[in-house]
């Protein structure tokens, strides 16, 4: 078995034992949670392909993210557009912003890529929170275009209220974990293709990697283009779920949530982001009674994870793994040479 | 929930008694809270820009369910607080937290403070339950929304009038300083600054829609980024054309008292009027002695009657001298009104249990509930609150728009309209004085 079909099996089957959590726990909290673990999980996912994977250092995710969430919204909101419709269409406008925003940042470096990417997003945010003129004026009040401070809310919804009943959190649940199982098939066979082996050439090593032929340019393109596409679609999957999208989700604060989740869980890994994530939105819940202290405590664990395992829980997982291998490796005896 | 009244302590001597507490009183006997708890919830702003008002949406709830349970709870079951923090706030930010709610504890009702930012979200997930949610958004988007579906969104109710009342009562309140001649108009501009959302634009719109008709010229409608501690821009542009009277509609209370902080280095000879935010303690201890002659309303607060004297007393021997008892009645008024319905209808209903909460909903529909903040009655079609005098003529009927003037920066404010609940006359601020 090669390390794709691994990896993918793997995935496979932690989604079938995920798909089984409705059915044997009928603590309705513990299922919508896991669907906002599986939203978050995938734009943590994508945005490990284009930072850990393609080098890109992009804080643009978030605007993708968000990009996905209006586009739903406006449509099921101004036009009464299907939400089944609605969200491939936001997850495609995530797609081209982010090759239109390739394009301009992608000839940079580091830092000024993170700046660039981060001032499209605060733009985009300071457009929607000062549009206060009127596009719409419904009886709740002036609608600005893109719903200003408050957003939009009641743009339509899946339909699983008419075939499931109160059980509707149900039929969301499995959109959810669809989504990040598609999502990580995809980050796996990439970074388990040409492409990804391509990625980590122009990452070591970039003038060697130029030097055999390879585009920087082309491949971060790429990347950059789909990654968007399954961040789009969880924003898109965000508002249907949630049923209200607002400026909140550009805050500056869920943007370092979710880096921090690549971060704790491992950077570049494949499975990192998942664990990262999972282990943030545990201990959110954990200390959510505690108010302010939540706030440290999440600062506190960030702060360990960087210090002691500066390549994540995955990350130092793999190197314990590759000691242990070393080691069995020296200890067994090479066999000896029979002498004539 | 550590409670600190019995109910002894709270027979002795209680204003609240003398309002329409007696209703549950009568509806609970002689039963005593020891049964089953009932979990409620409350969404607030614990933490972040709106905090201090958020602290003080919880104490409200706690205060109130700790009376309510030395009374018999409701039927002799102890009610028992849950609180999810709001953040920033938001739609997105407060339909999670009140999902929280219902997923996690099981909320039979949630009754909040007000959410900034807040649309119809948060009222489909309560219709998505079947519970009941009282809440003070003050926003007329609350009644177009239930009257657009009144069987859906038959639990949620705005226990205050919307924002719009904000505007109307203004420009009734200055006509009427007018003609007691406390104030007179030196030109008929009118400066009116807002800062971006729909709660303070749909107040100032209404200001300024409403304004020709009592004679103003609007001469400055500026929108404002929030928050904003940098106010000389705008003040430059008041100073070069100064009007009669300055509208803020925007309601953060340390932005507020930035503005006066830098207003009153150079004043124009303009009343100033702002909405909410100086009822912030906060406000008067950023702004000091620059708060003083501020005019300002809100359209739900405790009057500084027997019933609301007494609550500020009581409100702050629990919670501390500091205490913002103005915020903390807008849940405990909630509290009190949802608790004495359900007691009323027979009980409350679980998550899911819409039959019973149809009947509470019922209920609150039919009371004339007076509590610390006057009367609160509600809309049939919308299912907010009347606003006395701008909606209705009748005290008895509608909660007071209540102005206040912050005459001695060290103590509360003077409540100077309407009647008859004014306690003090207007008097003109210190920068009018010549």
Known sequence: ?340 | MDSQINRRNFFKGSALLAGSAGLLVGANGTAYASGEPIPIGQAAPLTDFAAADGVEFRNGLILACEEINALGGVLGRPLEPYFEDTKQMGDATNVQAVQRLIDRYAVHAVINGYNLGSGSAVQDVIADAGIIYMHNDTSRGHGALVESDPQRYFGSFQTDPAEIWYGTGLLKFLKSLEDDRSFSRPNNKMAIILSAGTYASNIANTVRDGAAEFGWDVSLYETVNVPISEWGPTLAKIRQDPPAVIVVTHYFPADLAQFMIQFMNNPTPSLVYMQYGPSVKSFRDIAGEAANGVVFSTVIGALQDEIGLEFERHYKERFGADAGHNSGMQSYNGAWIWATAAALAGGSGEPGNDAQNRKVADRIRSLIFRGVGGTTRFTPAGQDVYSYPGGVDDPSLGMPHQFLQIQDYTREPDLIAPWPYGKAAFKLPPWMNG
């Not at chain 1, 080098?55 to 406006?74: E, H, K, N, R, V």
């Open chain 1, 1 to 340: 078995m090669t390390a794709r079909q691994r990896d993918i099996t793997l995935c496979l089957l932690f989604s079938g034992l995920a798909a089984l959590l409705p059915l044997v726990s009928d603590v309705r909290y513990t299922v919508t949670q896991t669907t906002f673990f599986f939203i978050w999980a995938t734009v943590v996912v994508q945005w490990n392909l284009v930072f850990g994977i393609g080098g890109i250092f992009s804080l643009a995710q978030m605007a993708l993210f968000a990009i996905g969430a209006y586009t739903t919204a406006m449509l099921g909101y101004y036009f009464g557009t299907s939400m089944i419709l609605a969200m491939p269409i936001g997850a495609l406008l995530a797609v081209l912003f982010s090759v239109a925003l390739g394009l301009a940042c992608l000839k940079l470096r580091g830092p000024y890529v993170a700046l660039l990417t981060l001032c499209v997003a605060q733009v985009l945010y300071l457009t929607i929170v000062n549009d206060t003129d009127c596009f719409t004026n419904p009886p709740s009040g002036c609608m600005p275009l893109m719903g200003g401070v408050r957003g939009f809310s009641r743009f339509g919804d899946l339909g699983f209220r008419e075939l499931l009943g109160s059980g509707f959190y149900v039929g969301r649940y499995y959109v959810g974990l669809a989504i990040l199982t598609v999502a990580m098939i995809v980050s796996i066979i990439v970074i388990r293709s040409p492409m990804g082996l391509a990625f980590q050439a122009l990452r070591d090593n970039p003038v060697y990697a130029a030097a055999r032929g390879m585009d920087r340019f082309k491949y971060q393109l790429w990347i950059f283009g789909l990654s968007a596409f399954f961040t789009g679609l969880a924003g898109s999957f965000y508002a249907v779920n949630t049923g209200a999208v607002g400026p909140v989700v550009f805050s500056f604060s869920h943007l370092l949530f979710l880096l921090s989740m690549i971060i704790v869980g491992g950077v570049g890994t494949i499975w990192g982001p998942i664990v990262g994530a999972l282990l943030l939105m545990f201990a959110e819940e954990a200390m959510r009674e505690l108010g302010d202290m939540r706030d440290i405590g999440m600062g506190l664990i960030l702060v360990v994870c960087v210090v002691l395992m500066p390549r994540g829980i995955v990350g130092l997982f793999e190197d314990l793994v590759r000691w242990r291998t070393a080691r069995t490796a020296q200890a067994v005896p090479l066999p000896r040479r029979e002498t004539v």
